[in-house]
C-alpha cells in the first residue's frame, strides 16, 4: 500500500495542497475480535500521530467499513460512563471483525479537539449543569474542533475508494464528503443510556444534530418523537396560569421519585438514584414547565443538586431552598447557578451565615415561623407570589414533601414509581409532621409508562 498520501481534490484549498500524511510504522496486533495491523501515521502540518486499525484487505476496496473515532482517554481506556465513546470504539472493532475487514482510524484529537486537560475542565462545568457544548463555548472553544482531513489522508493512503462509515454524527458524514471520500452508508451506532450519559447524549442530540435513538425517544432525521407525558405537560402549564393568575400565589407541584416500597433513599441523608433516564428526562421536562423549584436543606446537603434542565430545552427554574438555619454550604451547586439562589429560612438564623451566603450570591427571604420553629410554608408561598413566581415544582426532601402535603399547599403531583425495592427512608411520613389532617388524594390519577418506570399524574384533593 502507498506509504504517503496527498489530498486531492477538484479545487482545493491552497493550504491543502501541502499537506500530508506519512505511515512510519506498523504492527500485528491479536485482539479478543481478531487479529488487526496497527498502522502509525505522522502529518506534516502540526507533528500530530493518528493511527488506523485495519483488518483484511482494504486496498482498492468500495464500501469499506470505516470507523473514524475521536481519542477519548477517560473512556476509551478507563471506561468512562461519562459518554459513550469506549463503547462506540468497542462495537466498532466487532463490527468490523464480524465482516472479515474494516478500517478504524483513531484520531489524536481528545475532547472533540480540545485536549485532555479542558476536557476535563468541560466535564466539571457540566457537573455544574451546563451541557457538552456549553461547557465547551464557555472555555473559550467551538463546540467541536475536530479537523477530518487527516482521516481522509489516512484511507486515501490505504487506498479505500469509498466507505460505510460507523457514527451518529452527519457532520462528519458531511467533512469527508466535502473532502471528496465517498461515503456510501451511515450506519448507526446506538448507545446504551446511562444515568451518567444520559444529559451528554441528549445535548449531542439537541445541539450537535446527532441522530440518536435515546430509548425509543428517537430521530432518523434528527428530530425527536414526542414524549408520552407532552400533553399532560401542556396541560399543566394552563392549570398554572389559571391558578396564579386567579390567586396570585404559585401553582405547586410535588414531584419525585421512589421505589415499590415507598423509599426515596436507603438510609438518610444519602442520595439514591432511582429514576431510570427516560423519567428523569421528564422530571428535567417538568422542571422546565415551572417558574420555580424548591428543596430542602436536607435534600440540598444529601444531593447537592443543581436544580437546572439539561435533558431537555428549556429554561432553568428559579431555585429556591427551605434552610430555617441557612446551612447551605457556599460550595453548593446552587451557589453556581446562573440564576441566584433563593433561601427561605427564618429570623432566628445567624446572621453572620446570611452575610457570607449573600456574598456568595444568594438571596435570603426571611419568613415568619411556625410552631416548630421552621419557616411557614404557607407565608413563603405568599412571598414567591409577591415577587412574580407563578409555579413552583417541589423536588422534595421528605419533610418538604410531608410539610406540603399536611398543610395542605399542593396542588398536584407527579410520582414516578421504580420497579424495584429499597427498603429506606420514605417519601411521605406523617410521623414527621403530625397532624390531625388526612393527606390528600390525587383525583382521577393519569397513569404514563415512562422507561420501565411508571408515572402518575393529577390533581391533589
Known amino acids: 500500500m502507498p506509504a504517503t498520501s496527498q489530498l486531492n481534490s477538484a479545487r482545493p484549498e491552497p493550504s491543502a495542497l501541502s499537506k500530508r500524511m506519512t505511515q512510519t510504522a506498523a504492527a500485528r496486533i ?22 488506523a486499525l485495519v483488518m483484511g484487505d482494504v486496498t482498492g476496496g468500495q464500501g469499506v467499513l470505516v470507523r473514524i473515532h475521536s481519542e477519548c482517554f477517560t473512556g476509551d481506556v478507563l471506561g468512562s ?18 465482516e ?20 476535563l475542565r468541560a466535564y466539571n462545568l457540566q457537573d455544574q449543569g451546563y451541557d457538552t457544548v456549553d461547557a465547551n463555548l464557555l472555555l473559550g472553544h467551538q463546540a467541536d474542533e475536530r479537523d477530518y482531513t487527516p482521516a481522509v489522508l489516512i484511507l486515501q493512503a490505504l487506498d479505500v475508494r469509498s ?22 452508508q451511515r450506519v ?7 444515568q451518567e450519559n444520559a444529559a451528554y447524549l441528549s445535548a449531542k442530540m439537541r445541539r450537535m444534530r446527532h ?7 428517537i430521530t432518523a432525521d434528527a428530530t425527536t418523537l414526542t414524549p408520552v407525558y407532552t400533553p399532560a405537560l401542556a ?10 393568575q386567579t390567586t396570585g400565589h404559585p401553582f405547586v407541584t410535588l414531584s419525585y421519585a421512589q421505589s415499590l416500597d415507598g423509599c426515596v433513599a436507603a438510609q438518610p441523608g444519602k442520595h439514591l438514584d432511582i429514576s431510570a433516564p427516560e423519567s428523569l428526562k421528564m422530571t428535567h421536562a417538568l422542571r422546565a414547565t415551572h417558574g420555580g423549584i424548591l428543596v430542602g436543606i436536607g435534600t440540598a446537603l444529601a444531593d447537592n443538586p443543581s436544580l437546572t434542565v439539561r435533558l431537555v430545552a428549556g429554561d432553568n427554574p428559579q431555585p429556591v431552598v427551605v434552610d430555617s438555619h441557612l446551612r447551605l454550604p457556599v460550595s453548593a451547586q446552587l451557589l453556581q447557578n446562573s440564576r441566584p439562589v433563593w433561601i427561605a429560612t427564618t ?11 449573600e456574598a456568595a450570591g444568594a438571596k435570603i427571604l426571611h419568613l415568619p415561623a411556625n410552631a416548630g420553629g421552621q419557616v411557614d410554608l404557607a407565608a413563603l408561598l405568599a412571598r414567591l407570589g409577591e415577587m412574580g413566581l407563578r409555579s413552583l415544582m417541589v423536588e422534595g426532601g421528605p419533610s418538604i414533601l410531608t410539610s406540603f402535603l399536611t398543610a395542605r399547599l399542593a396542588h398536584y403531583a407527579v410520582v414516578t414509581v421504580a420497579p424495584f425495592w429499597v427498603g429506606g427512608v420514605h417519601a411521605v411520613n406523617q410521623s414527621l409532621h403530625p397532624s390531625t389532617e388526612k393527606f390528600p388524594r390525587i383525583a382521577n390519577p393519569q397513569i404514563v409508562q415512562v422507561g420501565p418506570d411508571v408515572t402518575l399524574w393529577g390533581a391533589l384533593a
Open 163 to 184: 466507505i460505510r462509515l460507523l457514527t451518529n454524527n452527519p457532520a462528519k458524514v458531511e467533512s469527508l464528503e466535502s473532502q471528496h471520500l465517498p461515503v456510501v
Open 235 to 244: 396541560a399543566l402549564r394552563e392549570q398554572a396560569k389559571i391558578h396564579f
Open 81 to 98: 460512563q461519562r459518554c459513550d465513546c469506549g463503547e462506540q470504539l468497542a462495537a466498532a472493532m466487532s463490527a468490523i471483525a464480524a
Open 30 to 51: 491479536p485482539t479478543p475480535d481478531g487479529e488487526f495491523q496497527l498502522i502509525h501515521f505522522h502529518n506534516n502540518w502540526d507533528n500530530k500521530e493518528h493511527l
Open 100 to 119: 472479515g475487514k474494516g478500517v478504524i482510524v483513531y484520531l489524536r484529537q481528545e475532547g472533540r479537539g480540545i485536549g485532555l486537560a479542558e476536557k
Open 211 to 217: 441522530l440518536l435513538d435515546l430509548n425509543g425517544h
Open 347 to 357: 429570623d432566628a438564623a445567624p446572621v453572620e451565615r446570611q452575610e457570607i451566603l
Open 188 to 194: 448507526p451506532m446506538p448507545p446504551s443510556v446511562t
